[in-house]
């Protein structure tokens, strides 16, 4: 299976102009099956999401998990998680998370046709680095109490660093994967965007997708990861 995780900047491109279709292309030449999305949303007033749902749906076969708590949201604080109809969704959550500004994660359970269950976390975290401690600290202990299933946490982490603190809370228990700088699109040098693991999920493929498309969509490249689950009981 492939997992990409997107900031898409509310469908901004570096030309500043909001072109939704631009970022589908970019999905469309990566053809994950899971995307976790950062910034999905405007940020203010009804918190509209900015892609177009029916092109989504009919064209590229993605539905959205059911996190938002807005009418017109796509995701819940910007976040947001799509998926194809070979998983089907089990059970959706939303985690409160320590911030300065409006964050939080997205926790969305997963099974597929094969009766194989994973769970993924989506997330945006703070610009500041004590508060970004803070929430790596409340998704661990969101973890705990959670199913011991393959895990995945994505997402944007706003850390500059390979190994950055937040990245360190993680890095005793699960496996932290910066598949490469991915900020800012123009002269990528920041590894902002990142995959955390559990031992369980048996990666085989990480890399940050730069194409004529994704070098102009947003100022963030997506960055995805292939892997494989273990086999169902």
């Known amino acids: 299976m492939r997992i990409v995780s997107y900031n898409i900047r509310k469908s901004v491109g570096l030309d500043w102009k909001r072109k939704p279709e631009r970022i589908l292309a970019v999905l469309e030449e990566m053809q994950p099956d899971i995307v976790v999305g950062q910034e999905v949303d405007k940020r203010l007033g009804s918190r509209q999401g900015t892609l177009p749902l029916g092109m989504l749906t ?3 076969k993605y539905r959205f998990a059911d996190v938002a708590t807005r009418v017109k949201s796509h995701g819940w604080h910007g976040n947001a998680i799509l998926f194809r109809p070979d998983v089907v969704v089990t059970e959706v959550e ?5 911030s ?3 964050r939080g994660a997205v926790s969305v359970f997963f099974e597929t046709a094969s009766g194989q269950k994973f769970h993924v976390v989506g997330v945006h975290l703070a610009l500041h680095r ?9 998704i661990l ?3 705990k109490r959670c199913p011991r299933i393959p ?14 603190a937040a990245s360190r809370i993680f890095a005793p228990t699960l496996d932290v994967i910066t598949p490469g700088p991915s900020f800012h699109t123009s002269l990528p040098t920041a590894p902002l965007d990142r995959f955390v693991v559990t031992s369980d999920v048996q990666v085989t493929n990480t890399g940050v997708h ?17 892997f ?3 086999k169902a009981e």
């Open 228 to 230: 494989d689950l273990p």
């Open 58 to 60: 009919s064209d590229l």
């Open 94 to 98: 939303r985690i409160e998370l320590p």
């Open 141 to 143: 202990k969101y973890l």
């Open 100 to 102: 300065l500004e409006p």
């Open 130 to 138: 004590i508060m970004r401690v803070k929430q790596a600290l409340a």
């Open 151 to 164: 895990t995945i946490i994505a997402g944007d982490f706003n850390e500059w660093r390979k190994l950055g």
């Open 210 to 226: 730069r194409s004529e498309l994704s070098n102009r969509a947003s100022d963030h490249l997506p960055i995805f990861m292939d």
